[in-house]
């Protein structure tokens, strides 16, 4: 006769209730950093009081394209790229939602990168999230628009020699009114500034530093997570308000993280309706909660 | 069936071109978005919807390219509006993508070509009707879409309505496949009361929040219930390989059953979606095939043929696709042949020979674009055919 065992149950992981746990396990390789960038995300949620059926999530192509699978929102994973234009469609057409952007360097900064300037431009009430490993990690570490100077990549097997974006600088350019860049060592921080976003209107960014530990760190011998995690503390300097020209990532050099820039300008859609409002008087008719008739 | 939104129908006889009655028919079907990029000779479309949209509680937004154009009507779909782009070859080109993402993630949506010469940047003022294959196989992947011909402004009109009804009965992209003349072309339209207005309103679902199922097939229609973002519903939309939850599944068995449906949804219903105008084709010995602005050109060939003696009949492929398979196949062991004209070097053509499957003759009236035909080039194939 067998001794009855009382299992207790274990308590539930309060982030649990935001992910699409049906779904698990995640496709994430052991050590990569997507799953940390998203550990803050339901952070943030649970943290800023969220309405979550008010809450979209829209990702590209990519490993971190595929974040928006594995969270419990209205989620849309689009094409390689075009996260942002289908971000702007949805947000145009309901207001009332809260519009985050989730997706890779490569997807935002490389194909999708004539979409992401202009809707910075526009200054589209979107939260951009982009999980910069730098490389096209889901292909097998390509290079990428945000691959540093001289790194082995699968395309660059002697390293690489085409300057990298600046990802903050080139964001600010465009006209985003927020913008900051953490790593995944700095899970506090990053969590808090995407709290600050999901309030804040108008087109903001935050770049996050993660391994690949399977590709890009493997690849220039950087050691595994865990040592990139002990680089990320090496070399991180926290200036806030840093210009983000002084921001550029080299493959070992120091890097600036905190919340460079803060400011306001009217959104689109503020734009937009004073505009209509102002030449058209009563015949305009704002675009409201959508109908379907 | 529901009917139009007062709001925004203009009642009344006009005077228009091709493309502003499309606008018109796009706005009595109830779209309140556009995302467009300007391209010759579609963009009075948005030129239209952009100066009206205000005015009826519709939102137009000038994109970047239309690579972000056909992907932003997607996003504003799943916000819950009837949204819809215009484009002409070029952009076409661009919006492929966009198609079999459509088509994946079953986004009801309206996208018209206004068709000009081609390839690459060809005759950007100047008709054709060469973008009649790329529309059912310029994305990659197998899958059926919905395309309609409209040969006149007041078809536009008609035509653009039918589309967005199509769109939301089967979840599926449908375009509306006009050629510059068309387009450009000014006649009276007709716009009825919002009552008489047929409208085939989105099919938002009601069921149960925890066990919906955004990919499960509903009806003879095959087709899903919607639910869109901000309702609770919580969707997952992909255009991986997914599951009837919307997850992503990339197994050969879900893969199978999945496109399988795609496919069949408008293949099985092929007859019902098929409008095909038909005249003088009982006794006939030649029937002519031709859609869109070479229809009108082809009907002055069918009367100097008919005034010479000929037994002369006509078919207007009013869908393109599903092509009417089933109309050509009852005709061809009927005729000594069928006469197919078009402003393209062989496209639609290449159907009606599938269909005949060896029935009859089929003789090809070509050209390859920048203006119409010569009603004596079509009557030509018209006479070698009786003979
Ligand atoms: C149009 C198109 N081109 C190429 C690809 C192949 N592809 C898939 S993911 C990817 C790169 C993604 O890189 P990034 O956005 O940095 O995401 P990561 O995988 O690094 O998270 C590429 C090139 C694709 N899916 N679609
Ligand atoms: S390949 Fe790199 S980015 Fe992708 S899951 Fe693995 S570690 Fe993460
Ligand atoms: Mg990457």
Redesign the interface.
């Known amino acids: 006769m067998s001794t009855p065992i009382c299992i207790q149950k274990a308590p539930e992981n309060p982030v649990e209730s935001f992910l699409?746990t049906?779904?698990m396990p995640h496709i994430w390789c052991p050590g990569c950093g997507i799953g940390t960038t998203v550990n803050c995300f339901t952070r943030a949620l649970i943290d800023s009081k969220t309405d979550l059926?008010?809450l979209?999530i829209?990702s590209g192509i990519g490993c971190t394209g595929r974040v928006?699978?594995y969270v419990?929102?209205?989620?849309?994973?689009?094409?390689h790229?075009?996260a942002i234009?289908?971000?702007?469609?949805?947000?145009?057409?309901?207001p009332?939602?809260t519009v985050v952007v989730y997706s890779g360097d490569g997807d935002l900064f490389a194909i999708g990168g004539?979409?992401l300037i202009?809707a910075a431009r526009r200054n589209v009430d979107l939260k951009v999230i982009c999980v910069n490993n730098l490389t096209y990690a889901m292909t097998g570490g390509q290079t990428g628009p945000a691959t540093p100077l001289d790194v082995i990549t699968a395309t660059a097997p002697y390293g690489t020699y085409d300057p990298a974006f600046n990802l903050p600088y080139l964001v600010e350019a465009a006209g985003a009114v927020y913008v900051a860049r953490w790593t995944t060592f700095h899970v506090k921080q990053l969590a808090k500034s995407m709290q600050e976003m999901f309030k804040k209107k108008g087109f903001c960014f935050i770049e996050v530093v993660s391994p690949c530990p399977t590709l890009y760190q493997r690849r220039n011998k950087m050691g595994d997570a865990l040592d990139t995690m002990k680089f990320y503390k090496e070399v991180s300097k926290v200036k806030h308000g840093a210009p983000t020209n002084e921001v550029g990532l080299s493959k070992s050099g120091e890097i600036i993280v905190g919340k460079f820039v803060d400011r306001e300008r009217p959104d689109f859609e503020t734009m937009?309706k004073a505009h209509?409002e102002a030449s058209?008087g009563e015949?305009?008719?704002?675009?409201?909660?959508?109908?379907?008739? | 069936m529901?009917h139009?939104?007062p709001?925004g129908v203009l009642t009344g006889a006009h005077f228009l071109d091709g493309d502003h009655a499309a606008c018109e028919g796009a706005i009595c079907a109830?779209a309140?978005?556009s995302?467009g990029y300007p391209i010759t000779p579609s963009t009075e479309v948005v030129e239209r919807f952009s100066h009206r949209?205000?005015?009826?509680?519709?939102?137009f937004?000038q994109?970047?390219?239309e690579?972000?154009?056909s992907?932003?009507?997607?996003?504003?779909?799943?916000?819950?509006?009837?949204?819809f782009t215009v484009t002409s070859g070029p952009g076409f080109s661009l919006m492929m993508?966009?198609i079999g993402?459509a088509v994946m993630t079953e986004t009801p949506c309206v996208f018209i070509d206004v068709q000009r010469g081609g390839p690459s940047t060809g005759l950007p003022t100047l008709p054709a009707q060469a973008d009649m294959m790329q529309v059912k196989w310029g994305s990659h992947g197998d899958y059926e879409i919905i395309a309609l011909c409209p040969n006149s402004p007041q078809e536009c009109f008609d035509l653009t309505i039918k589309a967005f009804n199509l769109s939301e009965k089967y979840r599926v992209p449908v375009f509306v496949m006009m050629d510059e003349v068309v387009g450009h072309m000014t006649e009276k339209v007709v716009i009825p009361r919002a009552e008489e207005i047929e409208?085939e309103?989105?099919h938002?679902t009601t069921q149960d929040k925890s066990s919906f199922q955004l990919y499960a097939p509903v009806g003879e229609e095959q087709t899903p219930e919607m639910a869109?973002?901000?309702?609770?519903?919580?969707?997952?939309?992909?255009?991986?390989t997914h599951d009837e939850r919307g997850?992503?599944n990339m197994t050969p068995a879900v893969q199978e059953r999945m496109v399988k449906r795609l496919v069949t949804k408008i293949r099985d219903n092929a007859e019902k979606i098929c409008i095909t105008e038909q005249n003088e084709v009982e006794g006939a010995d030649v029937v002519v095939v031709s859609y869109g602005i070479t229809s009108r050109v082809a009907q002055r060939a069918v009367e100097m043929a008919r005034a010479k003696g000929l037994k002369v009949g006509t078919v207007r492929l009013i869908t393109a696709w599903p092509f009417p398979d089933h109309v050509i196949r009852a005709i061809a062991p009927k005729v000594k042949g069928f006469v197919v004209a078009e402003l393209n070097l062989g496209q639609m053509v290449r159907e009606v020979e599938r269909s005949v499957a060896g029935k009859c003759r089929v003789a090809h009236v070509g050209h390859a674009g920048g203006t119409v035909h010569k009603p004596e080039e079509i009557l030509k194939a018209i006479e070698e055919v009786a003979r």
Not at chain 2, 71 to 83: C, D, P, Q
């Open positions: 699409r049906d779904r059926n008010k979209s829209v928006a699978g419990n929102l209205d989620s849309f994973h689009t094409t790229g075009r234009p289908f971000a702007t469609g949805l947000k145009l057409a309901s009332e939602m004539n979409h202009h937009m209509l058209l015949k305009y008719i704002p675009a409201e909660a959508p109908t379907c008739s | 529901t139009a939104d709001v109830g309140r978005f995302a949209a205000p005015k009826i509680g519709a939102t937004i994109m970047e390219d690579l972000a154009a992907i932003a009507i997607l996003g504003a779909v799943w916000g819950g509006v009837k949204a993508e966009h993402y409208i309103p989105r938002f869109k973002a901000g309702d609770g519903y919580k969707v997952h939309v992909t255009g991986l997850y992503p």
